[in-house]
Every structure is written in C-alpha cells, then in structure tokens.
C-alpha cells in the first residue's frame, strides 16, 4: 500500500512575530542613542552658555567662519580660538591657524593632538569686547565652547 502524504500549509506564525520583534528592538536602540545623541549635544550647549558669561584663560571656542566673515573660501568654515587673557570688558584671544571644512574634522583635531603643537595658534591676539563674544554665541558664531580640565580636551594636552 502506497503511502500518501498531505502537505499541509503551515504559516509561520513564530517568525513574523519574531520578525516584528526584532525591528521593534532595533526602532527601540536606535531611538534610545538617538536621544542619548540629543541629549549629550543639549548639555554641551548648556555648559558652553555658562562657559561664555564666565571666560577663562584657556578656554577654547569653536567658531563658524561663516558667520563672522562672509568672504571665505567654502572649506574655510570653521576654526578654534583659545582664551589668552581675561581683562576688566575685554576678552583676548588667538585663533588657531587651521580652517576646516566639517565641524567634526576640528574635534578630530583636537582628538589627534593638534592643539598640542607650539605653532597652532597665532601669535597675536585679537582684543573683543565681551558683549561682542555674547553676541557672537548668540548668533551662534560661537558654536561651542570647552573648558580643559587638567589642561587636557578629548584627552589631549592643549598647548
């Protein structure tokens, strides 16, 4: 006697749940380090605002040439100036020699330490007033600022 198999259609219920739950998982990290993203650039702001009313010797600010100079070229977008002296309504500060196309490309910058070099910095500085640098982050020319801690930023000494 012959024997007769019926095949049966079996949907499979287990993988589009566990389908479903793994894009949930995935909508779930990405939201949680998208947040975490937003979070970290909200305290950074934070923190550069009370930097700016505060100005020490030191303090290093990320700036967006466009905004202070309209006649760049368009990889010179961005440059770092560091706090020299603090006087009475004046801020004095030397600007780094280098421009930057990417705003990420300064901080690697400053990650592969080269800040750290005795030449990075002009050498004259430049004199601002201190209601000129509040209106300049205000505008947000000044996009960021950061304090060294143990004169090291990202890990890196800062000269």
Do not use: C
């Not at 020299?84 to 930057?100: E, L």
């Not at 004259?124 to 000129?132: A, E, H, R, V, W």
């Not at 000044?142 to 801690?149: A, D, G, T």
Request: aromatic share 14%; hydrophobic share 45%.
């Amino acid at each position: 006697m012959p024997h007769t198999f019926e095949s049966k259609n079996v949907k499979a219920k287990l993988s589009i749940s566990l389908n479903k739950l793994v894009l949930l998982t995935f909508l779930v990290v990405i939201a949680y380090f998208g947040y975490e993203k937003y979070a970290l650039h909200n305290a950074e702001q934070t923190q550069a605002s009370v930097f700016i009313l505060t100005p020490q010797v030191n303090d290093i600010y990320f700036l967006d040439m466009r905004l202070i100079n309209n006649k760049l070229n368009p990889k010179h977008k961005y440059r770092l100036a560091k706090v020299v002296s603090v006087s009475g309504s004046n801020v004095a500060i030397v600007y780094g020699r280098v421009f930057y196309q990417w705003q990420n490309a300064v901080v690697n910058s400053i990650k592969s330490d080269d800040l750290n070099n005795n030449n990075y910095f002009e050498l004259i500085p430049d004199y601002i007033p201190f209601s000129l640098i509040k209106e300049m982050r205000a505008n947000e020319a000044i996009y960021l600022v950061k304090r060294p801690i143990r004169n090291k930023l990202y890990g890196k000494f800062v000269n």
